[in-house]
Nanobody
Framework: VQLQASGGGLVQAGGSLRLSCAASGSISSINEMGWYRQAPGKQRELVAS???????NYADSVKGRFTISRDNAKNTAYLQMNSLEPEDTAVYYCNAHIFYTGSYYVNVHWGQGTQVTVSS
């Protein structure tokens, strides 16, 4: 099972980016999917998460600017980031709690990081 993240890049302040995180492999179901970020010299922090039922959770710093969504049929989560600020510059990591086919145990997976850089 793998998580593939994509969509990072360089954008000016006020701009938008959309991140995608696709899970592939022998997957039975995915509970929570989320995005974390880590800026230089800082700890990794939760940005946003979404359950399989669509319940969302956001860091206070991104509320009203970022929107997380998922397509359960495609095992993919998205993070739409609008009104980006230089403070949003970080490596963004996707995360998923996955049940493998034939298994009753949840496995936590991390995707490779994708760099988001917001210039002022």
């Amino acid at each position: 099972v793998q998580l593939q993240a994509s969509g990072g890049g360089l954008v000016q302040a006020g701009g938008s980016l959309r991140l995608s995180c696709a899970a592939s492999g022998s997957i039975s179901s995915i509970n929570e999917m989320g995005w974390y970020r880590q800026a230089p010299g800082k700890q990794r922090e939760l940005v946003a998460s979404v359950t399989s039922g669509g319940t969302t959770n956001y860091a206070d710093s991104v509320k009203g600017r970022f929107t997380i969504s998922r397509d359960n049929a495609k095992n993919t989560a998205y993070l739409q980031m609008n009104s980006l600020e230089p403070e949003d510059t970080a490596v963004y990591y996707c995360n998923a709690h996955i049940f493998y086919t034939g298994s009753y145990y949840v496995n936590v997976h991390w995707g490779q990081g994708t760099q988001v850089t917001v210039s002022s």
